[in-house]
C-alpha cells in the first residue's frame, strides 16, 4: 500500500527556518519523481518543488533561492528545508509521489501545517 506520512510543519515567525520530511513507503522509491505541494487558505493546491530519482529538482518562482527538496533513498524519505519563510508561505504542506510510480494513481499524505506569523 502506498504510504506518505508528512512532518515537521510548526509555527514560525518571518526569516526562520522548518524543514519537513516525508516518509513514503509501497512505491519504488529510488525510481520515483517525489514531490512537495501546498495549500494555502482559500487558495488551489501548487508544486512548491520535486526532485527525480537523478537528483534534478524543480522549484516554484516564489520559493527559489530560499527551499531545498532532497531525498534520502536509504531510509525512503524526502526533505524540504525551508529557510527565510515568509507569512506567505502558510500552507499546509502535502507529500506527492507522481503515479507513474505507483499504481497510476496519485496519492497524498495527511499534510503538515506551516504557519508563518510575527
Known amino acids: 500500500q502506498v504510504q506518505l506520512v508528512e512532518s515537521g510543519g510548526g509555527l514560525v515567525q518571518p526569516g526562520q527556518s522548518l524543514r519537513l520530511s516525508c516518509a513514503a513507503s509501497?512505491?519504488?522509491?529510488?525510481?520515483?519523481?517525489m514531490g512537495w505541494y501546498r495549500q494555502a487558505p482559500g487558495k488551489q493546491r501548487e508544486l512548491v518543488a520535486n526532485?527525480?530519482?537523478?537528483?534534478?529538482?524543480n522549484y516554484a518562482d516564489s520559493v527559489k533561492g530560499r527551499f531545498t527538496i532532497s531525498r534520502d533513498n536509504t531510509k525512503n524519505t524526502v526533505s524540504l528545508q525551508m529557510n527565510s519563510l515568509k507569512p506567505e508561505d502558510t500552507a499546509v504542506y502535502y507529500c506527492?509521489?507522481?503515479?507513474?510510480?505507483?499504481?497510476?494513481?496519485?496519492?497524498w499524505g495527511q499534510g503538515t501545517q506551516v504557519t508563518v506569523s510575527s
Open positions: 526532485i527525480n530519482s537523478g537528483g534534478n529538482t
Open positions: 509501497g512505491i519504488i522509491f529510488r525510481g520515483s519523481l
Open positions: 506527492n509521489v507522481d503515479p507513474r510510480f505507483t499504481d497510476g494513481q496519485t496519492y
